[in-house]
């Protein structure tokens, strides 16, 4: 370490001082940070040095274990959307998945379109839901008689081929950004049920439907809602309000479907499926 | 027109052509956000919105501003002509090109990831490629900045660097560190999720790594300014500035500072332990020592000039002084808005006061004050000097661009004391859509309205700002138009320390406390896996 004429920073007065300053102002920031502050957080500081330390590098060590017998606990879904989840559900083949298809005809309609308003149209279904609603049917956090019997038939694999399939059919409008600015979209609006799906109600703590199911925007693993059957929402609204249907991750829509009254339950589903709100 | 004043005006005049619309766009957002009526309240317009005006104020404004501002004085301090002006072009074409690479999927609204990115939110990839051409233009304005002043150095063995130089080698070498934050961020982290190669990230990282370059951009788009403090206004107040070396230590401890000290954003992510938060709290305060060093300096040498004209007793000098002068006047401006700005810094970068006021409109409005306040009126100012030499035509009227500056001035007061007050109240941030019938919610109406008066009175301002240059560019050509001349201290150097001279040591001071401040914060990340994310992609679609 040398600076110009051959003098070490350390003969330069001033490269000595500002290492002095300097180094007197880390020792103390990490001291009083690292050593001292700890000590006195939430009333019941570390008891050693090294717990210290390792309080303050954000490490738990006063986790204690909770004796006694604990509840079991609910799983809503064994799906977690990682790397390999996120991989293996997009990763499925759509000719494959319209064989298998096959045996979803009857109920969700030749091409994904059903007319049967109680049983969800597929067709242009993002794969990720389809591929967590089999998963969940399969491992039975969410309950459906032929449902359930369907999905344990399948591999995972087959799981991604049927979703991907679905995935290639025109209709269901899509979620996703570069949707064209309207007004009317905000607390603004004069319609209870616009305002509902697209600003939600902060005083009743309920956020926007179109925050996750569009248009405008998604959520990994939630439906596009636009054109989807009006009984089928309704009929899913409440379910997760009553609980019967449980498998919503960090359960949204458990907790805003329970604030919602029947008519706007009723409201939301027809907008929805009517094509009030569409992506574009 | 000469080639070598061909170069700075030309990011000026693009850097101040992306500053107007961006105004006009705050103005709509504050707008959407108060009880008034607004055309296309939709939320998703807001965000499209916010990432425009935010991506232009942060990076593409100041960036090009602080480029055209160092190619002017490299050139003047190199007689004329620096060196490597081709380069300086080719920086320029990256930049702008980057510019219309990443407006285009924001106005798609394909982008509306705020211009802080905020993984896991993931928008197009062209966006961040646009931005990181954009900041890639700036590289070789920085290697331009640090060439010209080695090779002023070698030209003048052993005389000090002119300290205005001096400084904007530090604002590009600063910069030059800093951006590498984000850059990492970007091309490591949200680029690949972005083009779809993978499909997860960490939040924490990222956030982090952003810290390094969310503080310290602040003080990049502050040293221009502070240049113009030391270097332009004690000259148009026909004065001399106090002390050169003082200037010297200011520069130097921004640089050395204003970087270990980012993470006083992150006092609420959950991913950090408080130790590192206190220890960058800590030197998050050593950054007020040069900003008080500079308000002694500034108003030092305003008093020297004041007193030369006249002025008498503890306050007579400020009456004195050239209030008709643009540049003095935006300084005198600019330094009553640095006050409660910085004050309120400092409340931001205490590790307890912190959780008051974080995620409220107090932060907005804070860095609004500072930004808009105390850096943009100087940065008028210096257009206003620059402009004449660079055209080769006079300013069309100084009065007009003295209440150009009060307009200003009064703007940014109406826009932002209210809004501190609105967070205070509990105004959240990033917020496009209030329910004003909620009576919680109601009792912020009447202040945003008034931030709306505010950011009328700005967008005024900026109209006036470009209609004073628009005129002056079609003015006659002036007979003889003296060059930029840069305030002497009252005692000039003739020689300084070789360390006030030069930045060798200082960056391996400002690396060494950038590993001890960060290394273990970034470092855990390798070994604490796990904590990945899914990218919630705006522009997701089928794959059909």
Redesign the interface.
Known sequence: ?S???GKT?FQ????FT??CV?SG??V???G???LV??RF?RGRGPSSTRDA?H?????HTHEKAIGGPQPAPRIPTYVV???ST??QA?SGDAKRGEFIAINCVACHGEKGMTSQTWIPNLA?I??LVVYKQLDDFRSGTRVSGPMSAIAQSLTAQQTADVA?YY??LPGVP?T?????????????SNDATERLI??G???RGIAGCAACHGP?????GAPGLARQNAAYIEQQLHDFAQGSRANDMNMPMRTLAGMLTEDEMHAVAAAYSSGMVEAK | MERSRLLPLAHFITAFLCFLPAICLGVWQMLMRSPL?????????YY?SVTAHGSIMAYVFPTLFAMGFGYAIASSAMGGVMRGEKWAWVGFFVSVVGTVIAIVPIA?????VLYTFYPTLI??PWYYVGLVLVILGSYFWIALMVINMRAWKQANPGKPVPLALFAITACAILWGWTALGAAAEVLFQILPVAFGW???IDAGLARTLFSITLHAIVYFWLFPTYIAYYTLMPQAAGARLYSDTMGRIAFILFLVFSIPVGMHHLFMDP?????????QS??TF?VVLPTLLTVFTICASLEIAGRMRGGKGLFGWIRALPWGEPMVLAVGLSLLLLGPGGFGGLINMSFAMNAMVHNTSWVTAHFHLIFGGAVVIVYFAIAYELWPRLTGRPLVSKTLACSQLWLWFWGILITTVPWHIAGLMGQPRRY???????PL?AKTGLLTILSVVGGIVLLCSVILFSYVLVRSFFAPLAEFMPPVRYALAVNPPASV????N?F??WT??LLA?LL?SYG?PIG?FFFLRGQ???G?????????
Do not use: C
């Not at chain 1, 405008?216 to 990994?220: F, I, K, Q, V």
């Open positions: 370490m600076g110009e004429n920073w330069d007065a001033w490269a500002a290492i300097l102002v880390m103390m920031a990490f009083i940070g690292f502050l700890p957080q330390i309080q303050a590098l954000g490490f959307w990682n790397e996120i991989h997009l242009g993002d794969p991907a995935a290639s899509q996703g950004g570069g949707r064209i600015p309207r007004s009317g979209r905000s607390y603004r697209f600003a109600d902060p005083k405008g925007a998604h959520r990994l | 009526p607004v055309p296309v309240d939709d939320p998703n317009a499209a798609e609204g394909r982008s509306s928008g197009s993978r499909h997860t991913e950090h332990g408080s130790g590192f938060k206190f220890v800590v030197l050593m496009a859509i209030f329910d004003y019938s909620d919610v320390p070789k360390l006030l030069g060798g040591f391996i001071v406390l001890i273990y855990q990945d994310s899914p919630y992609s705006l522009t997701r679609e089928l794959v059909r």
